[in-house]
């Protein structure tokens, strides 16, 4: 399906560093799909529901997260704090009838991993399939 | 503390279908402590009215506010400051928040937007039980500081009943039998002779069956 996506990604600074590689052309090289706004954040333990629920009231079709390992965390329990509230924020859209694959979490390792760019490519194609969101502007 | 949940969204979004601006107000009491009606929560639900009315292709402006509390009569009147801003307020205060903007703001729409659920406490983050009904005749003196009428499912005076199995109450093995509690507990001060006494037939006309409650303190009214 071709329509403009918009997904908006927060990840900790530590799961993100691919970002600043390259002068921060390494992941445009990578493929890193470019529907996908970056916001790096300090720790995603941080994030609140709120700051979730702006990138869909922006217009998200997607939002998605990415932390440190559930049991390996810079910040201890950061990236399990995150994903407790993405969890919370998928209940929530599913009770306004929105699918909750919209929204997701993952866990990924710190430094440079090619699974950053992996799933940013899933996480493209999971919200091309489910097509435009209702709150896409 | 007054312990409460958010209400379904489905129902929230109903009530506010036809308003074009609402005020979401917050209260910093209970319900603050127990994460459901606190300034942070009515963010997160201003957010969701938001996202529900715009798939419902209607648009809505909504604020977010907050009171000290929403049962006394001092900080309501605070609600006047922003009436040009809303067609409706809805309150994540309890029940009790609700009834009282209604009795004082006649001219003022409230919905509640938390199903005020209980008195209890949380032990554990994240977890809230039940452990006082408001009876108005309270016996904690003669069960050991645990309360058999909000505790016990069939809040038995005279109890444990015949169900009791194991610590646990016959209604689900998760529910502790508070009698056994009572009794383990008594024990425990060499108090056991108390478990003997039988409570005579209650009168249950304090804990509201005699219609709404009221107290009155003569030392404080002027
Ligand atoms: S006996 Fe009544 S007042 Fe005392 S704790 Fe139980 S419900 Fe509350
Ligand atoms: S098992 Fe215990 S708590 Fe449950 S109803 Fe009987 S006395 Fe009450």
């Known amino acids: 399906m071709n329509f403009d996506l918009a997904i908006t990604l927060f990840s900790c600074h530590y799961t993100s560093q691919q970002s600043c590689a390259e002068d921060g052309k390494e992941l ?7 529907s996908i706004n970056l916001v790096r954040v300090p720790c995603t333990g941080k994030l609140q529901m709120t700051t979730l629920l702006k990138a869909f009231e922006d217009g998200a079709d997607g939002v998605y997260v990415v932390g440190c390992p ?10 399990i704090r995150a994903a407790k ?3 919370a924020v998928r209940a929530a859209l599913e009770e306004l009838g929105v699918e909750g694959e919209r929204v997701q979490m993952y866990h990924l390792p710190r430094g440079l991993h090619p699974e950053f760019v992996a ?10 399939n489910l097509g435009q969101g209702p709150f896409s502007n | 503390m007054i312990v409460a949940e958010r209400k379904p969204m489905g129902e929230i979004i109903e009530m506010v279908q036809d308003c074009k601006k609402v005020l979401v ?3 910093r009491g209970c319900v603050t402590v127990c994460s459901a009606g606190g300034e942070r929560e009515a963010e997160i639900l201003s957010s969701l009215i938001r996202l529900g009315m715009k798939k419902a292709g209607k648009s809505i402006e909504v604020s977010t506010e907050s009171l000290v509390r929403q049962c006394d009569r001092e900080y309501i009147d605070e609600i006047d400051q922003w009436k ?11 029940g009790v928040g609700v009834n009282f903007i209604s009795n004082l703001k006649k001219d003022t729409m409230v919905y509640p937007a938390l199903n ?8 554990e983050q994240g977890e809230w039980t039940e452990q006082c009904a408001g009876c108005g005749d309270c016996v904690l003196h003669l069960t050991g500081g645990l309360c058999p009428v909000a505790r016990c499912a069939k809040s038995l005076m005279n109890g444990p009943c015949g ?3 194991d610590g646990r109450c016959e209604i689900h093995k998760d529910v502790e039998c508070i009698w056994q509690s009572i009794h383990d507990r008594l024990g425990s001060f060499d108090r056991s002779a108390q478990m003997e006494v039988i409570a005579p037939i209650r009168d249950w006309s304090s804990a509201g069956h005699g219609g709404p409650r009221k107290v009155v303190r003569d030392d404080l009214t002027v």
């Open chain 1, 119 to 128: 799933k940013a490519k899933e996480m493209d194609s999971r919200i091309r």
């Open chain 2, 116 to 123: 005020t659920t209980f008195f209890g406490g949380s032990a």
């Open chain 1, 85 to 87: 509230r993405v969890d």
């Open chain 1, 28 to 34: 445009e090289q990578l493929g890193f799909p470019d």
């Open chain 1, 70 to 79: 559930a049991d390996g965390c810079h910040n201890v329990k950061g990236s």
């Open chain 2, 84 to 94: 040009d801003d809303y067609d409706a307020v809805v309150s994540t205060a309890c």
């Open chain 2, 25 to 27: 107000l917050a209260c």
């Open chain 2, 163 to 165: 169900g009791s199995v």
